[in-house]
């Protein structure tokens, strides 16, 4: 079924997999055609969804086995689809004057998709809000708080949204150009997803508005952990992860001099273990996947992976990556070590893997 904005064409590599077999969602292209592939831990394709632009990444209703696919920024599609491939994929078009930044989020019953989007003519973040059941009709948005949302998750009490607002301001008319990298203001901000009002918000030091705020993930004590991209110069070594606890200011974490060089001021990703008690963060630019200690902040070593950014945890308390160059590999976290699972070199996974089940 090729959609974002495609024909409808029918899945193609359908497979079964084991009820109890967890599956991971990604974004790829081959040979210039792009896709949505679900396959287990061992690379195993079950059936992918051809679409006509970069997939980025996804929100999870892991209850109802459903999946939302958002292309990449500034797209204007994604498309709902069942994991287990039982249905037919829905596709979806952003609001007029508004595009997707990729990633979104459901409420913890299914009922509601939140998408973090850009209200470009005003400037201004949005989280787009849709009506699952009458087939993710868009029934309003809430202000995301800042510029240029990206990731968005859902916090432990199940009402709380946190936004990661980059704070680059963009517009689909530029191309690309990053408009405002003099006046930027990233920003976490915490949203009652009932009534989109803004109930906290937190901002890095004055000399850090460089550094956009980009990923989270929330570890096993229920705080928020963030990765960052600096548009700052080149030769700057900011931190580019930190954590943020309800009430408290933002806290960031370099790790060692080394591997902060490496790191090339870019992180693409950021997942933690099943315990939730170890954080992982990748960059495509330094080729590397680093891993904190959730509770102390901790820097727990690293594991070299060329153009490596989609991580998620897998079973045995590792994790599996994929690689802008076609690699999915099974990565031990205790011994830094990586095991390729699947190589395919004219494959190109895109920035982001996610498990369901």
């Given at each position: 079924?090729a959609?974002?904005g495609g024909?409808?064409?029918?899945?193609?590599?359908?497979?079964?997999?084991p009820?109890?077999?967890p599956?991971?969602?990604?974004a790829?292209?081959?040979?210039?055609?792009?896709?949505?592939a679900?396959?287990d831990?061992r690379?195993?394709?079950l059936?992918?969804?051809?679409?006509d632009?970069?997939?980025?990444?996804?929100?999870?209703?892991?209850?109802?086995?459903?999946a939302?696919?958002?292309?990449?920024?500034?797209?204007?599609?994604?498309?709902?689809?069942?994991?287990d491939?039982r249905k037919?994929?829905?596709?979806?078009?952003?609001?007029?004057?508004?595009h997707?930044f990729g990633?979104?989020?459901?409420?913890?019953?299914?009922?509601?998709?939140?998408?973090?989007?850009n209200?470009?003519d005003?400037?201004?973040?949005?989280?787009g809000?849709?009506?699952?059941?009458?087939?993710?009709r868009?029934?309003?948005?809430?202000?995301?708080?800042?510029?240029g949302?990206?990731?968005?998750?859902?916090?432990p009490?199940?009402r709380?949204?946190?936004?990661?607002?980059?704070?680059?301001?963009?517009?689909?008319?530029?191309?690309?150009?990053?408009l405002?990298?003099?006046?930027?203001?990233?920003?976490?901000?915490?949203?009652d997803l009932?009534?989109g009002?803004?109930?906290?918000?937190?901002?890095?030091a004055?000399?850090?508005?460089?550094?956009s705020?980009?990923?989270?993930?929330?570890?096993?004590?229920?705080?928020?952990?963030f990765?960052?991209?600096?548009?700052?110069e080149?030769?700057?070594?900011?931190?580019?992860?930190?954590?943020h606890?309800?009430?408290?200011?933002?806290?960031?974490?370099?790790?060692?001099?080394?591997?902060?060089r490496?790191?090339?001021?870019?992180?693409?990703?950021?997942?933690?273990?099943?315990s939730?008690?170890?954080?992982?963060?990748?960059?495509?630019l330094?080729?590397l996947?680093?891993?904190w200690d959730?509770?102390?902040?901790?820097?727990?070593?690293?594991?070299?992976l060329?153009?490596g950014?989609?991580?998620a945890?897998?079973?045995d308390g590792?994790?599996?990556?994929?690689?802008?160059?076609?690699?999915?590999?099974a990565?031990?976290?205790?011994?830094?070590?990586?095991?390729?699972?699947?190589?395919?070199?004219?494959v190109g996974w895109?920035?982001?893997?996610?498990?369901?089940g």
């Amino acid at each position: 079924m090729a959609l974002f904005g495609g024909l409808l064409v029918a899945p193609a590599n359908v497979l079964a997999a084991p009820d109890s077999e967890p599956l991971f969602l990604a974004a790829r292209t081959e040979a210039g055609r792009h896709a949505i592939a679900v396959f287990d831990s061992r690379g195993s394709e079950l059936f992918s969804i051809p679409v006509d632009a970069r997939g980025h990444s996804f929100a999870i209703d892991a209850r109802n086995r459903m999946a939302v696919a958002f292309d990449r920024a500034p797209g204007t599609h994604a498309v709902l689809f069942d994991v287990d491939n039982r249905k037919d994929p829905l596709p979806l078009v952003a609001a007029p004057g508004r595009h997707f930044f990729g990633h979104g989020i459901f409420s913890s019953d299914g009922k509601l998709l939140l998408a973090s989007e850009n209200d470009y003519d005003e400037g201004r973040g949005v989280l787009g809000v849709y009506d699952v059941a009458a087939g993710c009709r868009r029934i309003g948005e809430f202000a995301s708080g800042g510029v240029g949302p990206h990731d968005v998750v859902l916090m432990p009490d199940g009402r709380t949204l946190c936004v990661a607002n980059g704070g680059i301001l963009t517009h689909p008319d530029y191309d690309g150009i990053k408009l405002n990298l003099d006046e930027m203001t990233p920003s976490l901000t915490y949203v009652d997803l009932h009534s989109g009002e803004l109930v906290e918000e937190v901002r890095l030091a004055p000399e850090l508005h460089r550094l956009s705020i980009r990923h989270l993930v929330v570890d096993a004590y229920g705080v928020v952990w963030f990765g960052c991209q600096y548009e700052g110069e080149a030769a700057d070594r900011p931190p580019l992860v930190g954590r943020h606890r309800r009430g408290e200011e933002p806290v960031l974490f370099a790790g060692p001099a080394e591997t902060l060089r490496a790191l090339d001021n870019y992180v693409g990703s950021v997942a933690v273990d099943l315990s939730g008690e170890i954080v992982a963060t990748s960059s495509p630019l330094g080729g590397l996947i680093t891993y904190w200690d959730a509770a102390t902040g901790r820097n727990l070593g690293q594991t070299s992976l060329a153009d490596g950014c989609g991580i998620a945890p897998l079973q045995d308390g590792g994790i599996l990556a994929t690689s802008g160059r076609g690699t999915i590999a099974a990565v031990d976290i205790a011994r830094s070590r990586l095991r390729s699972v699947a190589e395919q070199p004219a494959v190109g996974w895109d920035n982001h893997l996610r498990r369901i089940g």
